[in-house]
């Protein structure tokens, strides 16, 4: 159970029937509740190990208080949208899914899977609907759905470490445990400062230059001589 039906739950006395919606006020407060109760304790399926008035901490992910619109959006047992996927920085984005072959794009939710071959540690990027797939063995039509890979993703968070979830595609003798795998959003990593100033002075030399020979045609333009041309110049001169 997610944090999420649990509340739902106890604001309709236990029903499972979503007949009262959760507002944000009603989320905050039943959030503190069972942080004062049970600080830390398995609650069917997540633990809630910090709250303040920013947000709260669920395991080791800290949240920001969702908004109503995110609760309307997310009250169907998922959490909040990037609560429990962390954003990391890439300077080379992974090109594709190993199994699936789709495409990452910055920005992309994908799950990072690392094992460890002789003394060397190895990592690959997944999908979330080729995870789905290779644990709970969901059918393609099914890994079309969002909400139904989402679920699945949110189901495998709350496992223990040493769950052993699938067999490594890319190594079937290596077995995958919860613990083998982190939820990440993927970002291209931004330039340093003085790389753009750089980047930026060669494209204005690069204007510049371009602004000279403008309207000069090609078979006028004074040309550098190249370095055979400048060595036959040097000789001749030395003669």
Known sequence: MSLMKNI???????DNKYDKKVTAKDFKERTQFLYGNFPGE??????????NNTGFRMGSYWIKWPTIS???????GTQYRYGNWKEVELKTLPNEDPVSYNNFRNGSKAVKVTWKAGNKH????????????LVYGMSENNRKSNTLVMKAMEDIRHKSARVKLFKNPLVPKHKVRRGDIRFVILKKKSPSPATRRKLAANAANKRAAASKTRGIPASKRKRSPNKSSRRTVNETSKK
């Open 8 to 14: 739902q739950n106890q604001l309709n006395d236990n």
């Open 42 to 51: 398995d609650l069917g399926g997540f633990k809630i190990t910090g709250v």
């Open 70 to 76: 995110q609760l309307e959006r997310y009250r169907d």
């Open 122 to 133: 190895h990592n690959a990027y997944f999908t979330p609907s080729t995870i789905a797939g």
